[in-house]
């Protein structure tokens, strides 16, 4: 038996710590749902009470943690095998699967009622079926059936932008469906990347990545793919209620720099990437993150000139 398994059968009911089970909320990756559902909040028309603002970020943020608590608990086993996931609370031997099902439970039902009171039914309604399908969906089918795990996958972390805008409209536009598309699209070139320099860990874990299923050549040719389709949408919100020039310069030059990486990622064979590392692969897996960051932010940017009267576009009339 190995240390992990051997710390996992110790583990008993009440030795965790508080920072253990928020490590099963993967903060991490919490800190794009609350950026995201925020962005999605703000910009959408009409103003929001602060305390209400404030209470539907909390129970989002619960909402995308408690998938995350319950995705850890599905995936114990090969969160055991991996190198990337060994120190996660359930295989470090710190919080039973029992105790991270528990937890991942109650706060789904927390989240989804208390959206459901502070805003609207309507963001209730799209919280709940985020973290069923981020969990039933993605993690206990579509994860270790099909190598479009992640293509489909992706769309449990593109909600939170609408979940946002719904908690503030009681609706969903075309707007918060071009941010959900930005996210839908940027997901797969994110995570292949990833996974060109990660392949050992998916492959002994049995997951049927891109990278596992259709190897690292085939995994090059659908990052450009997804890239370029990814740009086409990211320019589009610019049009848009929410957008302007500030979120099309900034959009623009992410999406070139994106798709810069992409192309040398494509030119590259694995004779080139182990002499160096995967330098390139993880570089450009890197900016990923801050490619989001970036477009969303513009976005609250545009949102900001428009609330002091001052819309993007109206300035560059007045410059040109």
Known sequence: ???ASLSASQT???DASFGDFFALLKPRVMTLVVFTALVGLLVAPGAVNPVIGFAAILFIAVGGGASGALNMWWDADIDRIMKRTRGRPIPAGKVSEGEAF???MALSG???VMLGLATNFVAAGLLAFTIFFYVVVYSMW???W???NIVIGGAAGAFPPMIGWAAATGSVSIEAVLMFALIFMWTPPHFWALALFMKGDYHEAGVPMLTVT????STRNHILVYTVLLAPVALALAFTSIGGPLYLAVALFYSLLFLKGAWEIWRRDEDMA???GYATEKKVFKHSLYYLFALFGALWGEAILTYYGVGGWQILSVLV
């Open 214 to 217: 259709h190897g690292r050549r």
């Open 12 to 14: 008993q009911p009440g």
């Open 274 to 276: 182990e002499a160096d």
């Open 110 to 112: 927390i989240s989804v």
């Open 142 to 144: 579509l994860k270790r």
């Open 102 to 104: 528990g937890f991942g």
């Open 146 to 148: 099909t190598p479009q």
């Open 1 to 3: 038996m190995s240390d």
